[in-house]
Structures are given as C-alpha cells and as structure tokens.
C-alpha cells in the first residue's frame, strides 16, 4: 500500500526518505502545481544523515490528484494540519489511516474529527531534523516514536514497514500521556529559548526559571488527569535540556528564519487548558505572553 506524505517539512521528507530507501512505495502530495513543479525541478528528496547525503526521486502529485488514499502521513505543522487534511479528504479510502505527526495538542482533535470514521493514529516523536534547503532533510538526531489510537488498542500491521524501514517506534496504549508529556517539555523549553535566544543548552543558566515552569507545568498535567505525565517532569526537562545542548529548539529556528511557530498549539494551548480550569500559572502565563509580545516585535503571527 502506497504510503502518502502530506507536509515536504523535514519530518515529512526524513520519513519519506527513509520508507522509500526499503523499497516501500511513497508519494508525496504538494498543495499546488507550483510547488510540484518546484520538486521535479529538484529531482526528488534528499536525505543528510551522519554527513553522508542521498537522493530519492520519490514520487510527487498535488493534492487535488484523483488517486485514492489509504495510509496518510500528516507530516505538516500543527496550524496547517486541518486545512491541509481537508484539501484531499475527498480521496480518502473508507477504510483510510492517518498517522499525525503533529506537534503539541489541539490539532488532532480537529484532524480527526473532519476524517471521522478514519482511523487517526497520534504520535509523539523525539527524532530531531532540519531543513536547509526545499526537500531536503538533516537527520540531526536519532530518536523515539511513539504512536498509538485513544480510540482503539490494536496495533496496525505496518508497524512493520516502519521497522523494515529503521524508524525507531512504540506502539503506546497510552498515547495521550505521551502527547501531554510531550507537550510540558516543549512549554519548559522552546519559548525559553526563543526569549534568551540560546541552544537549548542555554538554559542551564536560567536553572529558577525552568524549575518554576516545570512546577507550574506538573500543576497543570495533574488538574487534566495526568498525573502520569506530570512525574519527575523537571528531572526529565533538564536531561533534555543537557542531551539536546548544542541544538537549537524548533520553535527558535522558525523564529530565526521568519516561519510562523505553533505557539497556539504549545504554550497557548497549556494557558488556555489552565484557564478554563481556573488555574493560576503565573510563570507559564508570564513566558507565553513574553513570547507573544516577541513574536509580534519581529512581524511574525503570535498566533
């Protein structure tokens, strides 16, 4: 079965690069013709791993395309994901599945409940990767994918493909716990960096203002029934903090480069989750308002 790649980001092309390198069959959508004409140009997807690059002439079609689609990967952000689903919902097979490889919270809900009855498979992913140029990848760390389905326990059987394929992966039957947790590290780290401008590394300079949010942040994993995610949270924020020291956040490079960031779907969606309980998160409100009064300063939506 052909696996379809929405989003040509860095994570859409590492995964499609590495399905097409076993052999699997893969096509990329691209929202319009211009954009195809732009990946033809290029010659397929490149893949930089360990410095070593590779080419994959993997095939490409717009979304408005009429071949019909089973498995999906939705690779693209967070903020584009619904619409981006919505542009080929009409090809989707009855029995289709989509993979989201969102981060943060709030757009699977939307996402799935546009495809229903589709089966969504959410997922939660520690692999680091860049883009320096359109369609190509830096593999910039090895890491974990969790996927898993609040709604049904079964694993698919193309987990397989994934492991044929060396994608380092889970299968969760707890996957919301995993996004949550996900989640909290991403409000603890990725507006601090933005706000210091440094590495993730940096902050270890800022050691009260982590502990204060990763406090905060515990408070409110704990008040949304998650009290699973919420433990040693700081523990886990500064051993991230350390082993990710010399990257730089993804919420910093788009800053760096001029890219809308999924602020709604990070710290926006914690503020918002510990308003509509009444929760007073004054160090979490303070940086997400910080962030947004930084974005604005540089004419990038905070939004």
Not at 148 to 159: H, K, N, R, V, Y
């Amino acid at each position: 079965m052909t696996w379809h790649v929405l989003g040509a980001g860095s994570l859409g092309c590492l995964w499609a690069a590495r399905l097409a390198r076993a052999g699997l069959p893969v096509t990329l959508l691209m929202r319009n013709q211009q954009r195809l004409d732009a990946y033809l140009q290029a010659g397929g997807l490149s893949l930089i791993e360990n410095g070593q690059r590779s080419h994959y002439p993997v095939a490409a079609q717009t979304c408005d395309h009429s071949q019909p689609i089973s498995r999906l990967l939705v690779a693209c952000k967070a903020y584009d994901a619904e619409a981006a689903v919505a542009q080929i919902e009409s090809r989707l097979t009855a029995d289709a599945e989509l993979i989201l490889l969102q981060n943060g919270l709030g757009s699977q809900s939307g996402v799935s409940a546009r495809v229903a009855p589709a089966r969504c498979i959410l997922a939660s992913s520690t692999e680091g990767a860049f883009r320096q140029n359109d369609f190509e990848a830096v593999f910039a760390g090895q890491g974990q994918n969790w996927l898993g389905d609040p709604l049904e326990q079964t694993p698919p059987d193309w987990l397989s493909e994934l492991a044929a394929s060396g994608i380092a992966h889970s299968w969760s039957t707890d996957i919301n716990t995993r996004l949550w947790r996900k989640l909290a590290l991403n409000c603890a780290i990725n507006p601090l960096t933005v706000l210091h401008d440094c590495r993730n590394g940096g902050l270890e300079q800022y050691p009260q203002q982590v502990m204060a949010l990763c406090n905060e942040l515990s408070t409110l994993l704990t008040a949304c029934d998650q009290a699973d995610a919420a433990q040693d949270l700081h523990q886990q924020v500064l051993q991230v903090i350390r082993a990710t020291a010399q990257n730089y956040s993804s919420m910093h490079q788009d800053v760096s480069h001029g890219r809308r960031t999924e602020i709604s779907y990070i710290s926006g969606y914690a503020c918002t989750a510990a308003q509509r309980l009444n929760l007073a998160l004054p160090h979490l409100e303070a940086v997400h308002a910080q962030l947004v009064q930084a974005l604005e300063a540089r004419g990038l939506p905070s939004r």
